[in-house]
């Protein structure tokens, strides 16, 4: 039952009520019904802390693979929806998020789109993506990036099922109602460099002389998770955890220093055994993929805290504003993606760390 307009000192509630039935035929509506709601003090998100744990849905995704093929599902992919959102194909308010499997020798025919994509590696190995016919061989632990507009297809050589995570910025571009997209007709785009070429050129703190590259997002699609994971092994050697963090990393454009990709924030982070970072709660809304250990997160407060008890493969979302504590039973590594690279090119981002 809706309530009705409220009585004003002016107006009863019946005047206010024969009023917006005159203004809707005109397609106005009061703003002071909705003022606070409209314009909410602290930040409502539609989403719920929510853990996909990999064992629960690994069987059904390798069912799909005998259900349809890469090829005939453009791509196949079981969408992680929040369980408050569902059948609207979001992980949270602002991201999509789906685990894809390909089989040995399938294709995941080549198309492009204006949603920017990354893919982080679950299992598998001897997979590739190609992205403007250069050729990326996907190992766990790695991330890739499918930028805005760029042809990709994905295809498999190995011998055993290879999963990934998709991230997508569709539900900003859907917001923006922005989205193009085409295919390519043949299954791959024609492969132009060798596997390797872009890392190479870009990613070894150097680039060509020449180079006249000046797009939002990296040049480099392919971070490996080697190096990745190399550089956080080394790091860890000086006990310097930041507090609500530990020990986290954000993928960066060398080129320009900005956040690797221009619409989701990307990022790396290790959490020594033990650790119990203080409460921290920001307006980003984040997807976590857990690379290696185990731990909990608490979202909330005392009784009303919701505790998700995460392992390897397993994925979590945590919503924007909702204060959180990261805990690790043993050493964890941690993948996740965010919006903040929006809200802070927006000036909407902000983060409040420890009580209060
Ligand atoms: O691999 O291009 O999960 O276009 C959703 C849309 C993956 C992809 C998804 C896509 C892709």
Redesign the pocket.
Known sequence: MTSGPAKTSKASGAELAGFYDRIGDHNLAPLWEVIHKLVARTPVTKAVPHLWRYEALRPYLIESGSLITAKEAE?R?L?LENPALRGLSQVVDTL?A?L?LILPGEV?PA?R?TPS?LRFIIEGTQAFTAVDGEKTYMDPGDFVI?PNWAW?D?GHEGDAPMIWL?G?DLPIVHFLAATFAETYGDDQFPTNTPPGYTLARYGNNMRPVTDKYDQLVSPIFSYPYTRTREALALMEKTQDWDPAFGLKMEFLNPLSGAPAMPTMSTFMQLLPKGFTSMPYQATEHAVYSVVEGSGRVAVGEGEAATVLAWGPKDHFAIPGWCKHRLEADEEAVLFSFSDQVVQQKLGLWRERRGQG
Do not use: E, I, N, P
Request: without cysteine.
């Open positions: 791509r992919v969408v999509y789906g894809q995941a198309h789109h994509a499918t990709h994905h998709d997508l």
